[in-house]
């Protein structure tokens, strides 16, 4: 089955740029989603199909995918950007078909 | 304004059975694929189940196949998760959202949950 990594913890500075990646085979032929979930909340939609940006969602927020790793930049990152984030894609490649998510990334903002 | 609430959580024994809801408004729901994600304390975001606007595609982890049964009626604009054979493996907040993309896709909005604890 289809695995997604992704690293436990990333921690920036406020104002600096945070990066988290996802790595996947050939993850830059899917679409890559990413979700920010803060502690007792829903998870919330923040890019999907590789780049996108939902209505409401900062442009700070960014995304890319190539090759074998996709990456969620945060710029200018804020205190309130603290939060765990994860990947998700559709996996239809094997004989039968799953939604697969990354195993999450814990956001520290120092 | 889209919301999607989620209801039927509870405790459960081992070997048991539990039926989730999830209540959808402010959307044409018959017009979206419908999606289950749980979440075990202190862990990832896991996948449960989709199913299409009109129920003809359905797919399932291979962690619940042949116990759970994802089903929605249109008509109320509801989506259900039908749990049977319940393990303890399976204590979760179970959360339901909406796939806009036109499959299973992305997820947004998500509801706020519901909690299933399996536990003699």
């Known amino acids: 089955s289809y695995v997604l990594t992704q690293p436990p913890s990333v921690s920036v500075a406020p104002g600096q740029t945070a990066r988290i990646t996802c790595g996947g085979n050939?993850?830059?032929?899917?679409?890559v989603h990413w979700y920010q979930q803060k502690p007792g909340q829903a998870p919330v939609l923040v890019v999907y199909?590789?780049?996108d940006r939902p209505s409401g969602i900062p442009e700070r927020f960014s995304g890319s995918n190539s090759g074998n790793t996709a990456t969620l930049t945060i710029s200018r990152v804020e205190a309130g950007d603290e939060a765990d984030y994860y990947c998700?894609?559709?996996?239809?490649?094997?004989?039968?078909?799953?939604?697969?998510f990354g195993g999450g990334t814990k956001l520290t903002v120092l | 304004e889209v919301q999607l609430v989620e209801s039927g959580g509870g405790l459960v024994k081992p070997g048991g059975s539990l039926r989730l809801s999830c209540a959808a408004s402010?959307?044409?729901?018959?017009?979206?694929?419908m999606n289950w994600v749980r979440q075990a304390p202190g862990k990832g975001l896991e996948w449960v189940s989709s199913i299409s606007s009109s129920s003809s595609y359905i797919y399932y982890a291979d962690s619940v196949k042949g116990r759970f049964t994802i089903s929605r009626d249109n008509a109320k604009n509801s989506l259900y998760l039908q749990m049977n054979s319940l393990r303890a493996e399976d204590t979760a907040v179970y959360y339901c959202a909406r796939a806009p993309g036109g499959g299973p896709g992305w997820f947004d909005p998500w509801g706020q949950g519901t909690l299933v604890t399996v536990s003699s």
């Open positions: 199909d590789d780049s």
């Open positions: 050939n993850i830059g032929s899917k679409s």
């Open positions: 998700q894609v559709w996996d239809s490649s094997s004989d039968h078909s799953h939604v697969v």
């Open positions: 402010g959307f044409t729901f018959s017009s979206y694929s």
